[in-house]
């Protein structure tokens, strides 16, 4: 388990809406992974154990060479608990994971089977540190709108309690929105929340395409909505939440610092953001470092930073006992802390 990077007081509650199953793997966790199967992993994982990328192309590349490591229903079980122990030394109380049937079904492994040991990591982790987790289900935007049906269908006729989501990733210039409507309609007619990927490598128009056609509750990323006045001043009345992922970003090249991000002028231009970490171990971050960092290059507040988290919780898919019980944790965590300080 990897040391508390929160330097919030007192171990803030944290919460995080946006993570990709596979991009939680650390270069370890990847290495023993690579043993148990056989793989030699050596090309994209360095000698002091980090991975080996500095564009989106050899990002792409790395990733699709670790997650070739990932292979067994026990691996996703091993990957799932691996990655929530360490988030929940970081704070973490709430964590939603994305995850994509395609991959798991390259290695045999059905969809059913592949919940099931997620289930299962998610409910040990639960019971042993008292994190909480649940499921997104994904489509892969450039894959089509016929492979983007096939994997909501799968929602539909596999209804597991974890999975309280359906998202959409991959490459936002494929395609348009409006394609992907009925695909939306499959999912949000299974009992699921609506999230996209978008305003992230395009500009604004992807996010309110995604807004207008698809009628999404959250945009996955949406860092650059501040190109369109119109839409920041849209997006803060409707109160719809932006999953930002400030380190991520800076790797990608979609902003040049932390100090450059826009999400302290957000926060205080009154949108609904949130902070999650995508693909941490390929960002060489996680989700305590995530807050402390914005906090201090932003000059946020603990009671700014606690209600980034509060946002992130009030917009997560959960039902709404595990909203109440966390959101109370929450005010019981500042009502300590205003003591502690006076």
Same mark, same amino acid.
């Given at each position: ?5 929160? =330097? ?33 992993? =050596?090309?994209? @994982? ?29 691996? *996703? ?21 994305? @995850? =994509?049937?395609? %991959? ?31 499921? @997104? ?20 006729? %596999? ?103 826009? @999400? ?26 995530? *807050? ?16 980034? =988290? ?33």
């Amino acid at each position: 388990m990897s040391e508390p990077t929160n =330097s919030l007081p007192g171990m803030m509650p944290l919460v995080e809406l946006h993570c990709h199953i596979e991009g939680t793997v650390s270069p370890m966790l990847a290495q023993r992974l690579a043993v148990r199967h056989g793989i030699d992993l =050596s090309a994209v @994982i360095d000698p002091d154990g980090n991975y080996i990328w500095d564009s989106f192309a050899s990002f792409l590349k790395v990733y699709d060479a670790m997650s070739a490591a990932v292979q067994t229903p026990e691996d *996703y079980f091993d990957i799932t608990r691996a990655y929530y122990r360490d988030a929940a030394a970081q704070g973490l109380r709430y964590g939603e994971m994305f @995850i =994509s049937p395609a %991959h798991a079904a390259q290695h045999g492994i059905s969809y059913p089977t592949l919940l099931d040991a997620i289930g299962e990591a998610l409910a040990q982790v639960e019971a042993e540190c008292g994190v909480i987790g649940r499921l @997104i289900l994904t489509c892969v935007r450039h894959y089509g709108v016929k492979q983007a049906e096939q994997v909501a269908r799968l929602a539909a006729s %596999h209804p597991h309690p974890m999975v309280v989501g359906f998202g959409m990733a991959g490459d936002e210039a494929y395609g348009t929105p409006r394609d992907f409507a009925g695909v939306f309609q499959i999912a949000k007619g299974a009992g699921l929340h609506l999230t996209a990927h978008a305003g992230e490598l395009m500009g604004p128009e992807s996010v309110r395409g995604m807004v207008d056609e698809l009628d999404v509750a959250r945009i996955g990323h949406g860092v650059r909505v501040h190109e369109d006045p119109d839409l920041v001043h849209e997006l803060a009345d409707r109160g719809l939440a932006l999953e930002l992922c400030p380190s991520s970003n800076v790797c990608m090249n979609v902003v040049a610092s932390i100090a450059e991000h826009p @999400i302290g002028a957000y926060f205080r231009s009154g949108l609904n953001v949130t902070i999650s970490t995508d693909d941490p171990p390929f960002f060489r971050t996680d989700i305590g470092a995530e *807050y402390a960092s914005v906090a201090a290059t932003h000059g946020l507040s603990p009671e700014d930073m606690l209600q980034i =988290s509060r946002n992130a919780m009030t917009a997560a898919f959960c039902d709404e006992d595990i909203k109440k019980d966390i959101l109370r944790d929450m005010d019981i965590w500042e009502r300590a802390a205003t003591c502690a300080e006076s």
